[in-house]
């Protein structure tokens, strides 16, 4: 198993008890098969709760290393018996431990992998074994890929099962992200020079070219570059192509030659595609491709302590020597070298436009760093984008984000990748366009958008599930549970509160993220609520008026603990109340609410404009009553009433009115005297 695979059988001991899913299936967790397992998974059996004679096993899958979500429900579709594919996939709750993990489930293959572990030898088969028993037992497998345009992305020895009449099955390519368990020696150049991390999807070109290692590793037995490092065996495959690098000078069976330099080509575009795979197993010879090298230079440039005499080999080099490369680019070695002895004066002109642009796009103190990856974008445009430590392919930044983002130092770099836009570098780097680029461009776009909008809800985190569809929520306050749809995010959170591993506002940056890149409508003004934790109490109720939204559109209907904590972090708010009547019926309101578990009524209770309006209104009210009280009574105090402005003005107030009704009386009079 690769070393960056976290081994969690170890982990995962205390599970014995079964569980359904769906309740269609069960799960058996004490029944473990180590012998189906997948890099960073647990097998354990499976079976069907009305027909239990199918035979079924199940993997439980990481949540940092998140199965691929999108190809699951396209490869459940294909029925194919050259290929393992899913049953039925979904997240359980064991009950040991109250966690939710994700499994997938398959039906247990007929036969047993062709090795167990990764790195041991290789058995040697004879030329028509493979042909009949590899190739084409493989072929209906590989034309349901191509067809579907699906990538299987885990075609290696150890994930291959041998049936007991010699036929060759394809192991599961879904519990990992795409690549993330590939040897380097099973991946094309390009991939292999990216961290697991960033190799992405690609296409089915790549699971071609590791179908062609593997039929080179049965033709000769053992193991292919034995004892080389991954760095080494990057370096033989640009130096000599692969075919040179894997197979060298010894004898290819003669009827293997032609497929295999087809299938091993390190120029995609010249690589056999299914059509000519498919010409040949029915017979039809084409003739003999010869290894594109890259071009030679008329003398070598000396870097690092070595002599290259290849573009491709130089940029290889300079990866691996980040500071030296610095100085290289600075120096004008590498412009002269370029241009006279490469006499290739296009490269030598992208890499003076990457000098100029770096200025501009660059990041502060960066510009010297992005003018080194551009260079090497330069030299070798089919390399994947390189920055420092980090490595991705075009169309796997996003995805590299988010295996790596419990990384600070990958993460930093892979951001700088997005903000001085070294995606669309590459591409412009290309010798070939691709009607796929204007949907990697468009997606670049999209993730540099969240990359800049800071506040909660956005940023980095967004860009993690907005360009990774199904990604799994990666906030620590759901703890180990694999949460990758909003029905699930409460009560994962209603658990950890309920087991005291939640102190605060249970919301932060990933949880809206996460929660924001499926829920549809405009939440701005509540997301800037987020905005300054520190504002404990805005922060609150801004977080109970999201989680009771989340219970409102997802549900369930109650959630006692997490009503309970919500409570407990505002019933300050409810002291703030003026009115000691109303502060009453609140706390009543609040306690019903929390037995009842709805936060929809504790949020209508402890985070209402109107409630709050109402009672500050009637304060306001009460103050003006009271000061206009307080002011008669001091007046009256120091004899105002007695005084002699008082009595002057209550006098000719009383005069006036004494004038006014004797006048009146007066006219009265005379009227009626008159009528009369």
């Not at 993330?180 to 690609?202: F, H, K, T, W």
């Not at 000519?276 to 890259?294: A, E, F, I, T």
């Not at 892979?414 to 990697?440: G, H």
Request: aromatic share 6%.
């Amino acid at each position: 198993m690769p070393a960056y695979l976290r081994e969690i059988a170890n982990e995962l001991d205390h599970l014995q008890q079964p569980v359904e899913l769906e309740e269609r299936y069960r799960l058996l967790p004490a029944e473990r098969l180590p012998d189906l397992q997948s890099p960073g998974t647990m097998a354990i059996g499976a079976t069907g709760v009305k027909n239990n004679s199918r035979s079924l096993f199940a993997l439980i899958c990481q949540k940092e290393a998140a199965p691929r979500f999108s190809m699951i429900r396209l490869m459940s579709r294909v029925n194919c018996s050259a290929m393992m594919t899913p049953v039925t996939s979904g997240t359980v709750v064991f009950p040991e431990d109250n966690v939710r993990r994700f499994v997938l489930v398959f039906e247990r293959p007929s036969g047993k992998k062709l090795i167990s572990l990764s790195g041991d030898s290789v058995p040697k088969m004879g030329e028509e074994e493979i042909i009949t028993g590899v190739i084409h037992n493989l072929l209906p497998a590989f034309r349901e890929l191509s067809t579907r345009t699906l990538m299987h992305r885990a075609i290696r020895s150890d994930n291959v099962f041998m049936t007991t009449d010699g036929r060759a099955v394809l192991g599961e390519c879904l519990s990992t992200p795409a690549a993330y368990a590939q040897p380097v020696l099973y991946e094309p150049i390009d991939s292999g020079m990216a961290n697991p991390s960033g190799r992405g999807d690609g296409s089915v070109l790549d699971d071609l070219y590791s179908l062609g290692v593997l039929l080179a590793e049965l033709a000769m037995g053992g193991t292919l570059l034995n004892g080389k490092s991954d760095e080494q065996i990057i370096e033989a495959k640009i130096k000599l192509g692969s075919y040179g690098a894997l197979l060298g000078q010894t004898r290819v069976p003669l009827k293997l030659m032609e497929p295999l330099r087809g299938l091993l080509s390190d120029d995609a575009n010249e690589r056999w595609s299914m059509p000519d795979l498919d010409m040949w197993s029915n017979g039809r010879h084409l003739s003999p491709k010869q290894v594109p090298l890259p071009q030679k230079a008329v003398r070598s440039i000396s870097f690092a302590g070595k002599e290259h005499l290849t573009a491709p080999a130089l940029a290889n080099s300079m990866r691996m020597h980040w500071d030296e490369s610095k100085k290289l680019i600075k120096s004008d070695h590498l412009d002269s070298w370029v241009r006279r002895a490469l006499s290739n004066d296009e490269m030598g002109d992208l890499i003076l436009l990457a000098e100029r642009m770096s200025s501009g796009l660059a990041v502060t103190g960066s510009a010297d760093d992005r003018t080194v990856s551009a260079s090497i974008m330069a030299l070798d445009p089919s390399a994947p984008i390189i920055y420092k430590g980090v490595s991705a392919r075009v169309d796997a930044v996003a995805q590299a984000l988010a295996i790596d983002f419990n990384k600070p130092n990958n993460v930093e770099q892979i951001l700088d990748i997005i903000r001085m836009k070294l995606s669309q570098a590459w591409v412009t780097s290309q010798t070939r366009t691709r009607p796929e680029f204007v949907a990697i461009i468009k997606q670049i776009e999209s993730l540099s958008q969240n990359v800049k909008n800071m506040v909660p809800g956005y940023g980095m985190e967004r860009t993690v599930y907005s360009g990774n569809e199904g990604w799994p929520c990666m906030s620590p306050l759901v703890g180990d549970n694999y949460v990758d749809d909003l029905k699930d995010l409460l009560p994962a959170l209603e658990d950890m509160v309920a087991a005291g591993r939640i102190e605060g506002a249970p919301v932060d940056r990933h949880l809206l993220a996460f929660a924001m890149n499926q829920m549809r409508g405009n939440f701005d003004a509540l997301l800037k609520r987020f905005e300054d934790p520190f504002q404990r109490e805005v922060y609150n109720r801004a977080a109970l008026r999201f989680l009771s939204d989340l219970q409102k559109q997802y549900g369930p209907a109650k959630l006692p603990a997490l009503s309970a904590h919500m409570a407990d972090l505002l019933i300050d708010a409810v002291e703030n109340f003026h009115n000691t009547t109303f502060r009453e019926q609140l706390r009543e309101a609040v306690n019903n609410a929390k037995q009842d578990g709805k936060l929809i009524a504790l949020q209508s209770i402890l985070d209402n404009s109107e409630i709050q309006g109402q009672d500050q209104a009637g304060f306001d009210q009460a103050q003006a009553i009271f000061a206009n009280l307080e002011a008669q009574a001091t007046w009256l105090e120091s004899g105002g009433l007695v005084s002699d402005e008082n009595v002057r003005r209550v006098s000719d107030k009383t005069s006036a009115v004494v004038s006014g009704v004797c006048s009146s009386l007066a006219l009265v009079f005379i009227t009626l005297s008159w009528v009369l």
